[in-house]
């Protein structure tokens, strides 16, 4: 039973890995860090290859999960290869993506044992379909956000804080002391911001007597120090400076300048109103019922809430700011959950109640399934580019091709796994079969920004373009348009035949009413000689 679950947590999160190989910009700088760690290694001689020292974004950001992920990921490449998996470098990325994936499932399955243990195996049941059947996390759990590193740390704090027997007044004080530890060591390294959810954990351990202030002081001085070394050594290292601690220059960029309301601000309850639920689905009901039914559960969210609500002070939100509270919901839902489905049947409000609950799980299942689909397609950049690599094989093109690469493609999936005619070539211990380049037949990938298609069509050693713009006439008399690639526009409703009678509608699945429309997003273009 027990192994079933966690094979569906495995299962959920490697599924949306298969499903949508390609990766957003917000994943970026971590993959090329990553990728950067695979291909050339750590040794000072070949740091000056590494990509953040071409775009370097706005703060420098860790590389410390990023070094982890890649040495953990090398033996499963090597090993895939062995079994010859392996076909392009783009697997590598999959594979990269799919490790990641494993570890925060085995964050989640520690929740839900813990859960098991101090609220009944039925509410692990719960936990984990309740898990599975939302979007936002089993989604990204596979994709190298820096929030995605952060979500492993914090879930063993979390599973940390519920583990014990059902009734004890008290969690051993190790326990608390190991997810203070936890907690504080994400928030210096990786993210800032788990800082707000610390803090309420800390003083809710001091009030409840979990441990004293000077186990609190103890604690958070070592790991706050051996954190604080380890982040400023790594990353000093690789961002080749005296001196870089990412996340406190992140705090002060972000928060003290206040930079990160450029990128939009939002009104304070933006959590609670918007992100919240669309982050827990039908978890958010149910974890209503398990807060009014359980003190162990009120307990369990109130760090939580304080989190969501000091978070809410800053004017810049996203969902994955709050991520690391979705498995504490819902592990609340599920304890909801687990009451609803146990009252006796023979009553009424004992069967509607069952039945909720299991249209509560069919909705997850359904939004699910759009919001899905949906995601599918909106990675044109990485399309394109697989694309282009199908249309003009390796070797066959002279001059090879120099490809400039727009914006939204760069954006949008063409992630330097996927630049495979370029070095860094995999060694053969990555990739057996390479097909062997020479300097003469090397692809040229350019990401330079910001060039109009009259600078890129008077520059002459640009062959090809993954371009955004749609190609009118007058682009078409230096540039012929080789292929396009679609991408996700929007739902549409065919409201005819809502207007049908009943029996057309009967014949009709959602399927039919619900429409994608996909609209063309980038255009693959070749130099007209
Ligand atoms: C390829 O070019 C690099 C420098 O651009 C040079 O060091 C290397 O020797 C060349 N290799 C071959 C096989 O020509
Ligand atoms: C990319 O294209 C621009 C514009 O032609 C050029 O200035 C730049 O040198 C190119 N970059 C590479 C790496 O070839």
């Given at each position: 039973m027990s192994i079933a679950l966690d094979g569906l947590l495995f299962a959920v999160g490697w599924a949306h890995v298969l499903l949508a190989p390609y990766t957003k910009v917000e994943e970026s700088f971590n993959l090329h860090a990553t990728h950067d760690v695979l291909m050339y290694g750590t040794g000072p001689s070949t740091?000056?290859?590494?990509?953040h020292f071409t775009f370097p974004g706005a703060v420098p950001r860790t590389f410390v999960g990023s070094v982890i992920l890649a040495w953990l990921s090398k033996p499963i490449i090597q090993l895939a290869n062995q079994q010859g998996l392996i076909s392009q470098k783009a697997d590598m990325q999959v594979i990269v993506r799919l490790v990641l994936a494993t570890l925060n499932a085995l964050g989640l399955i520690l929740v839900r044992r813990a859960a098991s243990r101090r609220f009944g195996r039925l509410t692990g049941v719960f936990f984990t379909f309740l898990s599975i059947s939302q979007f936002h996390l089993p989604f990204w759990m596979g994709r190298t956000l820096p929030n995605m590193y952060a979500l492993l740390p914090v879930n063993i704090a979390t599973s940390f804080l519920i583990d014990r027997a059902p009734n004890s007044m008290k969690p051993p004080k190790m326990s608390t002391i190991i997810a203070i530890a936890l907690l504080t060591f994400t928030a210096v390294v990786v993210r800032a911001e788990v800082v707000l959810f610390l803090v309420p954990v800390v003083l809710q351990s001091l009030l409840l007597k979990y441990c004293t202030i000077t186990d609190v002081i103890k604690v958070g001085f070592v790991s706050g120090v051996l954190s604080t070394a380890l982040t400023i050594l790594v990353d000093s290292y690789f961002w080749g400076d005296y001196y870089t601690w990412p996340e406190l220059t992140g705090l002060y960029f972000n928060v003290y300048q206040g930079k990160s309301a450029e990128w939009g601000t939002s009104p304070r309850a933006a959590y609670w109103t918007t992100h919240l639920p669309k982050l827990l689905l039908s978890s958010l009901p149910l974890s209503i019922v398990g807060f009014f039914l359980d003190q162990r559960i009120r307990t369990l969210l109130l760090p939580s809430f304080l989190f969501i609500g000091l978070i809410g002070g800053l004017g810049h939100k996203e969902w994955r700011f709050i991520i690391y509270v979705v498995p504490i919901f819902n592990v609340a839902a599920a304890r909801g959950a687990k009451w609803m489905v146990s009252l006796p049947k023979r009553t009424i409000l004992g069967r509607l109640l069952f039945l909720a609950v299991i249209s509560l799980l069919a909705f997850n299942v359904l939004v699910t399934y759009f919001f899905t689909l949906t995601s599918i397609h909106n990675y044109p950049g990485g399309q394109a580019l697989a694309l282009f690599h199908q249309l003009y094989p390796q070797g066959q093109t002279r001059p090879p091709p120099h490809i400039h690469i727009c914006n939204l493609a760069a954006q949008s999936g063409a992630s330097l796994f996927l630049q495979e005619n370029a070095p860094p070539y995999p060694s053969p211990s990555y990739l057996a079969s390479a097909h062997p380049v020479t300097n003469s037949t090397q692809w040229t990938y350019n990401k330079t920004e910001s060039l109009s298609l009259k600078a890129l069509t008077s520059s002459k050693s640009i062959t090809h373009l993954i371009s955004e713009t749609k190609p009118d006439n007058q682009v078409q008399r230096d540039w012929k348009v080789v292929a396009s690639v679609e991408g996700f526009k929007r739902w549409d409703v065919d409201t005819s035949l809502l207007k049908a009678g009943p029996r057309d509608l009967m014949t009709k699945s959602l399927f039919d009413v619900v429409k994608m429309v996909s609209e063309e997003k980038l255009w693959i273009l070749e130099r007209k000689r």
């Amino acid at each position: 039973m027990s192994i079933a679950l966690d094979g569906l947590l495995f299962a959920v999160g490697w599924a949306h890995v298969l499903l949508a190989p390609y990766t957003k910009v917000e994943e970026s700088f971590n993959l090329h860090a990553t990728h950067d760690v695979l291909m050339y290694g750590t040794g000072p001689s070949t740091l000056h290859n590494y990509d953040h020292f071409t775009f370097p974004g706005a703060v420098p950001r860790t590389f410390v999960g990023s070094v982890i992920l890649a040495w953990l990921s090398k033996p499963i490449i090597q090993l895939a290869n062995q079994q010859g998996l392996i076909s392009q470098k783009a697997d590598m990325q999959v594979i990269v993506r799919l490790v990641l994936a494993t570890l925060n499932a085995l964050g989640l399955i520690l929740v839900r044992r813990a859960a098991s243990r101090r609220f009944g195996r039925l509410t692990g049941v719960f936990f984990t379909f309740l898990s599975i059947s939302q979007f936002h996390l089993p989604f990204w759990m596979g994709r190298t956000l820096p929030n995605m590193y952060a979500l492993l740390p914090v879930n063993i704090a979390t599973s940390f804080l519920i583990d014990r027997a059902p009734n004890s007044m008290k969690p051993p004080k190790m326990s608390t002391i190991i997810a203070i530890a936890l907690l504080t060591f994400t928030a210096v390294v990786v993210r800032a911001e788990v800082v707000l959810f610390l803090v309420p954990v800390v003083l809710q351990s001091l009030l409840l007597k979990y441990c004293t202030i000077t186990d609190v002081i103890k604690v958070g001085f070592v790991s706050g120090v051996l954190s604080t070394a380890l982040t400023i050594l790594v990353d000093s290292y690789f961002w080749g400076d005296y001196y870089t601690w990412p996340e406190l220059t992140g705090l002060y960029f972000n928060v003290y300048q206040g930079k990160s309301a450029e990128w939009g601000t939002s009104p304070r309850a933006a959590y609670w109103t918007t992100h919240l639920p669309k982050l827990l689905l039908s978890s958010l009901p149910l974890s209503i019922v398990g807060f009014f039914l359980d003190q162990r559960i009120r307990t369990l969210l109130l760090p939580s809430f304080l989190f969501i609500g000091l978070i809410g002070g800053l004017g810049h939100k996203e969902w994955r700011f709050i991520i690391y509270v979705v498995p504490i919901f819902n592990v609340a839902a599920a304890r909801g959950a687990k009451w609803m489905v146990s009252l006796p049947k023979r009553t009424i409000l004992g069967r509607l109640l069952f039945l909720a609950v299991i249209s509560l799980l069919a909705f997850n299942v359904l939004v699910t399934y759009f919001f899905t689909l949906t995601s599918i397609h909106n990675y044109p950049g990485g399309q394109a580019l697989a694309l282009f690599h199908q249309l003009y094989p390796q070797g066959q093109t002279r001059p090879p091709p120099h490809i400039h690469i727009c914006n939204l493609a760069a954006q949008s999936g063409a992630s330097l796994f996927l630049q495979e005619n370029a070095p860094p070539y995999p060694s053969p211990s990555y990739l057996a079969s390479a097909h062997p380049v020479t300097n003469s037949t090397q692809w040229t990938y350019n990401k330079t920004e910001s060039l109009s298609l009259k600078a890129l069509t008077s520059s002459k050693s640009i062959t090809h373009l993954i371009s955004e713009t749609k190609p009118d006439n007058q682009v078409q008399r230096d540039w012929k348009v080789v292929a396009s690639v679609e991408g996700f526009k929007r739902w549409d409703v065919d409201t005819s035949l809502l207007k049908a009678g009943p029996r057309d509608l009967m014949t009709k699945s959602l399927f039919d009413v619900v429409k994608m429309v996909s609209e063309e997003k980038l255009w693959i273009l070749e130099r007209k000689r």
